[in-house]
């Protein structure tokens, strides 16, 4: 218990101390907290999955793969830097923009990432 309360103080410093990108990864990690441990799973799933399938691709290949009725949240840049971190994949210096067509596709910029363990 005393972790996850360091852990929301540190986050709750980040926003007020850190970098834009910081304070962006830390609200990253609290919207991953919206998922449940199950669907964290799915997530990092959906990751590995793309890594296996595709030598490069963006967040539009993961949420597809986790289909349509997936919750969303902006939580996702926090599992793929996870991911980045584990060794699965690596951030190009490209980016492509958002595909998606949904009532989540804002035409952003995403990055697109780099398999590193693909079958």
């Not at 929301?8 to 609200?27: H, K, N, S, W």
């Not at 799933?45 to 969303?72: H, M, N, S």
Request: glycine share 6%; aromatic share 10%; net charge positive.
């Amino acid at each position: 218990m005393a972790a996850v309360v360091h852990e929301r103080r540190l986050v709750q410093l980040m926003d007020l101390f850190g970098t834009p990108y910081e304070r962006g990864i830390a609200g990253s990690d609290k919207a991953a907290n919206k998922w449940t441990p199950a669907e964290l799973e799915a997530v990092d799933a959906a990751i590995r999955r793309c890594c296996y399938f595709y030598p490069e691709w963006t967040a539009d290949d993961v949420w597809q793969a986790l289909g349509r009725d997936f919750k969303v949240t902006k939580g996702l840049a926090a599992r793929l830097n996870k991911a980045a971190n584990d060794g699965w994949i690596r951030a190009t210096d490209r980016t492509r923009k958002s595909r998606r067509k949904d009532q989540h596709g804002h035409g952003q910029r995403h990055t697109i990432w780099e398999s590193l363990r693909r079958q």
